[in-house]
Every structure is written in structure tokens, then in C-alpha cells.
């Protein structure tokens, strides 16, 4: 298991953002706090869990949660059953992740690790990848996709969430979640960053997989709850799967 207190070695891939790193980490203390800042996020995880739920049975395999921030899917997933290793940059975020981790009782094998390092490591070792909310954080997100691919086993899927590039989105995620309502601190997302599906689907097929699923993921913070939903203008989910 990699030091938490480690940080990415010299030479290694940079397919990350320091400032993104310090962003995210500077909120670990209340990463599982349901009020806190993160308070949308674990809304989101119930539909996450059950999109990826639907399409695996999730008991018994093997199971990677890449950027895994404070283990709420990691979790979730090993809940039901998988065997989950969670790989995060942020050593803040895997310290907290591990400790929750020992609270709870539920097992996880927490990494601080990148997903290219990993993938040089042990391809075709996993089931199912998931990505969430991670993509549009990174200098090279089709770098990320093909890394996942490369970890699956022939008949594995993939599941990535992320923002679509859209006046919607913009609308929703940046002014309406960051600036009015409150639901994330300033300056969590960046609109530039944010990927339309179509992007995502070529970054898909140039990995080698077959995207079988696009799907909207709507937040509806008058209950502070999620439902997957046929529109995909704000944010979505997607699911693809490597040829046997």
C-alpha cells in the first residue's frame, strides 16, 4: 500500500493539477460530513452506486475506484460486495479515505497513486473501473479513459461521470451550485473543463471500448437527492465495456 503522506515521484506522469490537488484536499476534514461541503456529492452517490449497480453484479468482483476523493463510492461499492481498490493524488483525501475506512468497518484498499502507474502495473486486472467526477479536473482526460481501459479485463465496464459543456451546465453547476445556492465552494469547477458526451464517446473508442450507455444525472437540491434522467445537458453518466 503507497506512503499517504507520499506525494506523485519525480518523473512520474503529470496528467494531474497541484492547485486541484490542494482544491480538493483542503476539504478531506469534512469529506463525509453530510452537511458540509461535499453535501451534494453525497447525494449524487446513491444514483451513482445504482447506475453502476444495474449494469454489474457488483458481489464478488473486482472493482477500482480511480480519483476515489474520500471514499464515498469506494465504499459504497465494497458495501455490495466488491473487492475495491481507490486510488486518489491527494494525500489528504487517501488518509481520510483509510481512516473512515477503519470507522466504518468496510475494507478498501486505498492507494496514492495515479491511474497510468496502476494501469503500467496490473492491466486487465478489474471488473469494473468507475471515474467520477474527475475528468473535467485533469489537463488530459482521454489519457485517463484509455489508462482505465487498459485495467479492465476483457468484458469489464467502464463508468465515468462528468459535466457537459453547456450554457445548462454553466447555468447549474457553476452559478447556480457555486455562487447562489452554496452547494460547492467557489471555484470548484472550471467551464472550459467541462466535456461534451460526444468528446467522451471518441475518447472511448479510441481506448478500445464499446460505449453502451449515456445517461443524465440530475440534482434536485429542494430534497438533496439525485435520479438518473434521459437528459444529459448538466451532468452525466456513462457506461462502456472492453471486448471480450
Known amino acids: 500500500m503507497t506512503d499517504a503522506t507520499a506525494t506523485p515521484a519525480a518523473g512520474e506522469d503529470r496528467n494531474f493539477s497541484q492547485a486541484e490537488l490542494h482544491k480538493f484536499g483542503a476539504l478531506a476534514n469534512r469529506w463525509w460530513d453530510p452537511q458540509g461541503p461535499q453535501k451534494a456529492l453525497h447525494a449524487l452517490n446513491p444514483a451513482r452506486l445504482g447506475y453502476v449497480a444495474r449494469r454489474v453484479g457488483l458481489s464478488g468482483a473486482q472493482a477500482l475506484d480511480v480519483g ?82 487498459t485495467l479492465l479485463k476483457p468484458g469489464g465496464r467502464l463508468f465515468l461521470s462528468t459535466l457537459n459543456r453547456t450554457p445548462a451546465a454553466f447555468a447549474l453547476a457553476i452559478l447556480g451550485a457555486e455562487y447562489v445556492a452554496r452547494l460547492l465552494p467557489r471555484g470548484t469547477h472550471q467551464y472550459r473543463d467541462f466535456i461534451k458526451p460526444s468528446e467522451l464517446a471518441g475518447w472511448v473508442r479510441a481506448a478500445g471500448l464499446q460505449l453502451e450507455d449515456v445517461s443524465g444525472l440530475m440534482y434536485e437540491p429542494w430534497r438533496n437527492a439525485a435520479r438518473i434522467v434521459s437528459r444529459t445537458d448538466v451532468n452525466y453518466l456513462a457506461c462502456a465495456v472492453k471486448p471480450e
Open 68 to 149: 476515489c476523493g474520500g471514499g464515498l463510492l469506494s465504499e459504497a461499492m465494497a458495501r455490495e460486495g466488491a473487492g475495491v481498490t481507490a486510488i486518489d493524488l491527494a494525500p489528504e483525501l487517501v488518509k481520510v479515505a483509510r481512516l473512515h475506512g477503519l470507522e466504518s468497518g468496510v475494507r478498501v484498499d486505498y492507494r496514492l497513486q495515479s491511474v497510468e502507474s496502476l494501469a503500467a502495473e496490473r492491466p486487465g486486472s478489474f471488473d469494473v473501473v468507475t471515474c467520477m467526477e474527475m475528468l473535467e479536473h485533469v489537463p488530459d482526460p482521454a489519457a485517463i479513459v484509455t489508462a482505465c481501459a
